[in-house]
């Protein structure tokens, strides 16, 4: 149980960390979200934890892929920030994220990448 409080306050406490250096910088407040600090300390997490090299590798690479149809909403939230607010943008960059992604791991599986 101690090791689990100890995951969730080291995550936790980086996306604390982002929020509160944003604050201060737009610009180094965005570098350290786009770092993949998340998905290495789960990287870390799951080599702590034994977990087969596979199952960390896959992890690394289905992140990969994953992202890529992330991005368009990093572009879209600003675009549609002052238009429609902040709660409304953020349903509509979740809408449009999922439907990047579905028309992305259609694209994929032209490709042999299977990500549904």
């Known amino acids: 149980m101690a090791w689990i409080i100890t995951k969730y306050l080291l995550t936790a406490g980086m996306v604390v960390l982002i929020s509160e250096v944003a604050k201060r910088s737009d610009k180094l407040g965005g570098f ?61 960059c979740v809408v449009a994220t999922v439907i990047c992604f579905g028309l992305f791991a259609q694209f994929m599986k032209n490709f042999g990448v299977q990500l549904l």
């Open 32 to 92: 350290i979200a786009a770092l993949p600090l998340i998905t290495l300390l789960t990287l870390t997490w799951l080599y702590i934890e034994n977990q087969p090299e596979e199952k960390i590798a896959n992890h690394a690479y289905y992140t990969f892929w994953y992202v890529i149809s992330t991005l368009p909403m990093f572009l879209l939230f600003p675009h549609l920030l002052p238009k429609l607010g902040f709660w409304m943008t953020m349903s509509s």
